[in-house]
Protein backbone atom coordinates (compact mmCIF):
# COMPACT_ATOMS: atom_id res chain seq x y z
CA UNK A 1 0.00 0.00 0.00
CA UNK A 2 1.11 3.76 -0.65
CA UNK A 3 -0.26 6.68 1.13
CA UNK A 4 -2.48 8.84 -1.37
CA UNK A 5 -3.92 12.57 -1.17
CA UNK A 6 -6.56 13.68 -3.37
CA UNK A 7 -7.93 17.06 -3.10
CA UNK A 8 -9.45 19.92 -5.52
CA UNK A 9 -13.10 18.67 -5.39
CA UNK A 10 -15.39 21.39 -5.65
CA UNK A 11 -19.12 23.16 -6.79
CA UNK A 12 -19.11 24.16 -10.23
CA UNK A 13 -22.14 24.92 -12.28
CA UNK A 14 -22.99 22.50 -15.55
CA UNK A 15 -20.43 23.25 -18.10
CA UNK A 16 -17.61 23.54 -16.16
CA UNK A 17 -14.70 22.63 -15.08
CA UNK A 18 -12.96 21.38 -12.20
CA UNK A 19 -9.44 19.66 -11.17
CA UNK A 20 -8.46 16.85 -8.58
CA UNK A 21 -4.72 16.09 -7.43
CA UNK A 22 -3.55 12.84 -6.35
CA UNK A 23 -0.45 13.13 -4.58
CA UNK A 24 1.76 10.29 -3.25
CA UNK A 25 5.39 10.12 -1.61
CA UNK A 26 6.65 8.17 -4.54
CA UNK A 27 5.04 7.98 -7.71
CA UNK A 28 7.70 5.25 -8.98
CA UNK A 29 5.99 2.27 -6.69
CA UNK A 30 2.60 2.05 -8.24
CA UNK A 31 1.84 0.67 -12.10
CA UNK A 32 -1.60 2.43 -11.97
CA UNK A 33 -3.03 5.19 -10.95
CA UNK A 34 -7.20 5.78 -11.18
CA UNK A 35 -10.11 7.58 -10.43
CA UNK A 36 -13.08 6.81 -9.03
CA UNK A 37 -16.20 8.28 -8.32
CA UNK A 38 -19.37 6.85 -5.84
CA UNK A 39 -22.71 8.39 -4.95
CA UNK A 40 -24.86 7.06 -2.07
CA UNK A 41 -26.31 3.67 -2.63
CA UNK A 42 -24.42 2.72 -6.32
CA UNK A 43 -21.22 1.51 -6.29
CA UNK A 44 -18.29 2.94 -7.00
CA UNK A 45 -17.37 3.70 -10.56
CA UNK A 46 -14.01 3.41 -12.20
CA UNK A 47 -13.90 7.12 -14.37
CA UNK A 48 -10.40 7.11 -15.46
CA UNK A 49 -6.41 5.81 -14.97
CA UNK A 50 -3.36 5.85 -16.01
CA UNK A 51 -0.08 3.69 -16.94
CA UNK A 52 2.43 5.43 -14.95
CA UNK A 53 5.29 3.50 -17.16
CA UNK A 54 4.73 4.83 -20.42
CA UNK A 55 1.49 7.26 -19.92
CA UNK A 56 -1.03 4.93 -21.32
CA UNK A 57 -4.73 6.41 -20.41
CA UNK A 58 -8.11 4.90 -19.76
CA UNK A 59 -11.23 6.24 -19.82
CA UNK A 60 -15.07 5.74 -18.73
CA UNK A 61 -17.61 5.95 -21.87
CA UNK A 62 -19.40 8.68 -19.97
CA UNK A 63 -16.43 10.43 -19.01
CA UNK A 64 -14.11 10.66 -22.36
CA UNK A 65 -13.79 13.52 -24.41
CA UNK A 66 -14.75 15.18 -21.38
CA UNK A 67 -12.07 14.36 -18.33
CA UNK A 68 -8.55 14.37 -18.91
CA UNK A 69 -6.10 11.88 -16.80
CA UNK A 70 -2.70 13.02 -16.65
CA UNK A 71 0.82 12.39 -14.45
CA UNK A 72 3.79 14.19 -12.99
CA UNK A 73 6.39 11.94 -12.20
CA UNK A 74 8.50 14.73 -10.81
CA UNK A 75 6.17 15.80 -8.86
CA UNK A 76 4.60 12.55 -7.83
CA UNK A 77 1.21 13.08 -8.63
CA UNK A 78 -1.83 12.51 -10.42
CA UNK A 79 -4.54 14.64 -11.85
CA UNK A 80 -8.02 14.56 -13.44
CA UNK A 81 -9.64 17.62 -15.45
CA UNK A 82 -12.79 17.33 -15.63
CA UNK A 83 -14.70 19.41 -18.66
CA UNK A 84 -17.70 20.30 -19.49
CA UNK A 85 -18.98 19.01 -16.40
CA UNK A 86 -22.78 17.53 -15.50
CA UNK A 87 -25.15 16.81 -13.32
CA UNK A 88 -24.72 13.65 -13.20
CA UNK A 89 -20.82 14.22 -12.53
CA UNK A 90 -21.39 14.98 -9.32
CA UNK A 91 -20.11 12.32 -6.50
CA UNK A 92 -17.08 11.79 -4.09
CA UNK A 93 -14.37 11.03 -5.88
CA UNK A 94 -11.74 8.49 -5.18
CA UNK A 95 -8.05 9.04 -5.85
CA UNK A 96 -6.18 4.79 -6.31
CA UNK A 97 -2.76 3.19 -6.58
CA UNK A 98 -2.40 -0.38 -7.99
CA UNK A 99 1.08 -2.32 -8.65
CA UNK A 100 -0.20 -4.71 -10.41
CA UNK A 101 0.77 -3.53 -14.38
CA UNK A 102 -1.89 -6.14 -16.01
CA UNK A 103 -4.96 -3.56 -15.33
CA UNK A 104 -4.81 -2.43 -19.09
CA UNK A 105 -6.03 -5.91 -19.91
CA UNK A 106 -9.85 -6.54 -20.20
CA UNK A 107 -10.63 -2.70 -18.57
CA UNK A 108 -9.64 -4.57 -15.42
CA UNK A 109 -8.58 -0.57 -14.36
CA UNK A 110 -12.41 -0.05 -13.40
CA UNK A 111 -12.73 -2.73 -11.52
CA UNK A 112 -12.32 -1.02 -7.41
CA UNK A 113 -10.97 -4.22 -5.83
CA UNK A 114 -8.01 -4.62 -8.10
CA UNK A 115 -6.34 -1.27 -6.39
CA UNK A 116 -4.82 -1.47 -3.06
CA UNK A 117 -4.75 2.27 -2.38
CA UNK A 118 -7.08 5.07 -1.65
CA UNK A 119 -7.31 8.58 -1.05
CA UNK A 120 -10.19 9.90 1.61
CA UNK A 121 -12.29 11.20 -1.27
CA UNK A 122 -12.97 14.10 -2.39
CA UNK A 123 -16.79 16.02 -3.47
CA UNK A 124 -17.36 17.28 -6.67
CA UNK A 125 -20.99 18.50 -6.84
CA UNK A 126 -22.45 20.16 -10.19
CA UNK A 127 -25.26 22.14 -10.03
CA UNK A 128 -27.00 24.70 -10.96
Known amino acids: QVQLMDSGGGSEAPGGSLSLSCATP???????MAWFRQTPGKEREGVAAIYVNWGTTYYADSVKGRFTISKDNARHAAYLQMNSLKPEDTAMYYC??????????????????????WGQGTQVTVSS
Open 26 to 32: DITKIRF
Open 96 to 117: AAASDGTLWYNDAWSVPGRYTS
